[in-house]
């Protein structure tokens, strides 16, 4: 930092000389503190936890990095890590509920039916595995369709759960009847590394992120491409829809502190 700033980016204040330079000192750095934390508040001004509230820390649910969560139900929770494991995880009580063994390289998403023992994982050993955790801990269906690994899955939703799709850094997106295993539609745009997919409520929809830093939305009866966003000027990462359908959201990593932002869509 070459030059000192306030929050913003405008120049701060002069320090008005006192005659108690330590009286001063310390204000200077309780004013830094209250900025700092104001910095990390929402905008709309949501009140602070209560003194009585505390962060409860469970024990670990993998032995490397987390890359994917859902919830299978208001108790459970679905998730996916370099460690190759599925794991299945009752967050309420901090306790481990199941743990599914079955991929030959890390876990990059899990996908699951919402109140249902139907569980499904992508991995960077380019397939997709069915569980069903009323069956056992062995996979039950197992989808190979991707040149590359799998970066993105989506169930369409509830009460239909019949599809599947799946995305990949081949540029190609697959579409799959979930009962039999056959891959129904394919189809594949130049430079489109999938990062994310998600099923939009209610509809036949698929919203999916890419490394072109482009948002699409897909028809899910012919695969085909129902409209594109504007570009970013950032690989987006993780996309989601509103239970409304109304709105997605989309973030992007950014590059050097610059771009690491959520966007709100209509």
């Given at each position: 930092?070459?030059?000192?700033?306030?929050w913003g980016g405008a120049p701060a204040q002069?320090?008005?000389?006192?005659?108690?330079?330590?009286?001063?000192?310390?204000?200077?750095?309780?004013?830094?503190v209250r900025r700092r934390t104001s910095a990390y508040r929402?905008?709309?001004?949501?009140?602070?936890?209560s003194p009585g509230e505390q962060e409860v820390q469970y024990s670990a649910a993998h032995s490397g990095a987390v890359n994917s969560v859902a919830a299978l139900t208001s108790?459970?929770?679905?998730?996916?890590?370099?460690?190759?494991?599925?794991v299945v995880y009752n967050w309420r009580s901090g306790r481990l509920y199941q743990r599914?063994?079955?991929?030959?390289?890390?876990?990059?998403?899990?996908?699951?039916?919402?109140?249902?023992?139907?569980?499904?994982s992508s991995s960077r050993d380019k397939t997709v595995l069915m569980w069903d955790l009323d069956r056992g801990d062995q996979p039950v269906g197992r989808f190979c369709g991707h040149d590359l690994v799998v970066s993105g899955l989506a169930v369409s939703p509830v009460p239909d759960?019949?599809?599947?799709?799946t995305g990949s850094r081949d540029n190609s997106l697959c579409l799959w009847d979930?009962?039999?295993?056959?891959?129904?539609?394919?189809?594949?745009?130049?430079?489109?590394?999938?990062?994310?997919?998600?099923?939009?409520p209610g509809g036949s929809c698929i919203l999916q992120t890419s490394e072109d830093k482009t948002i699409r939305l897909w028809d899910s009866r012919c695969l085909g491409v129902a409209s594109a966003f504007p570009a970013k000027?950032?690989?987006q990462t993780h996309c989601d829809v509103s239970p409304d359908a109304r709105y997605c959201l989309s973030c992007s990593n950014g590059f050097g502190g610059q771009g690491c932002e959520a966007t709100k869509w209509d």
């Open positions: 930092v070459t030059q000192r700033t306030g002069p320090r008005i000389p006192t005659p108690d330079r330590a009286s001063a000192d310390m204000g200077k750095r309780q004013s830094k929402a905008v709309t001004g949501a009140e602070d936890s108790d459970l929770c679905v998730s996916g890590g370099s460690d190759k494991a599925v599914l063994q079955g991929h030959t390289r890390e876990v990059t998403k899990v996908g699951c039916v919402y109140s249902s023992g139907r569980v499904f759960g019949s599809r599947l799709c979930i009962e039999s295993g056959e891959m129904l539609l394919k189809n594949s745009i130049s430079r489109n590394l999938v990062t994310h997919l998600c099923w939009v000027q950032h690989i």
